[in-house]
């Protein structure tokens, strides 16, 4: 059942506050990886890293608009886990390190399917063109590597089970 917000909640008594909708949990489904064809690329990832969150999103979303206005296929778009970097700096006299800045970068992948040989060139043309200052854009074919990339590591969790085994 759809549960729609607003005053068509409280009107609907499956939606009532007591039944909110129900929200699905399991495992995450390992699809197998589309290798393509001679005329069309299989599953490609673009990865878009910068140091700015919002400014990430927005090109991420950018991307992702464009994808669906040029007929290509948008099979996920979803967020890698963030990477933090201290900078730390040697002071005048001594050996002592002092942390200068912390830096942390951002990542969002935008996964495509079915793009055509010929029209990839315009397609990574048009993306590269309004590519913001200070975003990096890579584009590589989709691998298990990345499927696996996604998660976080849970090294509490892998204790656990560990010691189950």
Do not use: W
Request: hydrophobic share 35%; glycine share 4%.
């Amino acid at each position: 059942m759809n549960c729609l917000m607003g005053k068509t909640m409280a009107l609907n008594p499956a939606c009532s506050s007591e039944n909110p909708p129900k929200k699905k949990k399991g495992k995450v489904e390992v699809r197998p990886i589309n290798l393509g064809t001679d005329y069309e690329y299989g599953a490609l990832n673009i990865h878009l890293i910068a140091y700015d969150m919002a400014l990430t999103e927005s090109y991420a979303q950018y991307v992702h608009n464009l994808c669906n206005h040029l007929s290509i296929k948008v099979e996920e778009s979803y967020a890698m886990p963030t990477k933090t970097m201290e900078v730390l700096q040697l002071q005048d006299q001594g050996n002592k390190m002092l942390l200068d800045s912390v830096l942390t970068t951002h990542e969002r992948v935008v996964q495509i399917s079915g793009l055509s040989a010929t029209f990839a060139e315009i397609f990574l043309e048009i993306i590269q063109s309004n590519l913001p200052e200070g975003v990096k854009l890579s584009v590589r074919e989709h691998t298990e590597e990345d499927f696996k990339g996604r998660f976080k590591a849970r090294p509490e969790l892998e204790e656990l089970l560990a010691k189950l085994n």
